[in-house]
């Protein structure tokens, strides 16, 4: 079955860095878009980052361009977000998801940004 399992979250100062990993399985990994989406309480999720199949197109949130940098191991079925310049406002659970005829969820990471 179709499996996407966050890791890498945790507690970090302003300014620090955190790399989030998700590892696929359950399909053809290397097939599909994937995304980085970010939600706190009561807000709705929003969209952080998304990369093509091939790893050659990225697309970017405002907010995170020029920090966060979103990439791909089709070798591994693994995706990555390196998260530099960590702010407050990043503070958030990260989840990555893929269309596969609905969106499938991980179960999220949480990322804790302290000022």
């Known amino acids: 079955q179709v499996q996407l399992v966050e890791s890498g979250g945790g507690l970090v100062q302003t300014g620090g860095s955190l790399r989030l990993s998700c590892a696929a399985s359950?399909?053809?990994?290397?097939?599909?878009?994937m995304s980085w989406y970010r939600q706190t309480p009561g807000k709705e999720r929003e969209l952080v980052a998304t990369?093509?199949?091939?790893?050659?197109?990225?697309n970017y949130a405002d907010s995170v361009k020029g920090r966060f940098t979103i990439s791909r191991d089709n070798a591994k079925n693994t995706l990555y977000l390196q998260m530099n310049s960590l702010k407050p406002e990043d503070t958030a659970v990260y989840y990555c998801?893929?269309?596969?005829?609905?969106?499938?969820w991980g179960q999220g990471t949480q990322v804790t940004v302290s000022s």
């Open positions: 359950g399909f053809t990994f290397s097939s599909y878009t």
């Open positions: 990369i093509y199949s091939t790893g050659g197109t990225t």
């Open positions: 998801t893929t269309f596969l005829g609905l969106w499938r």
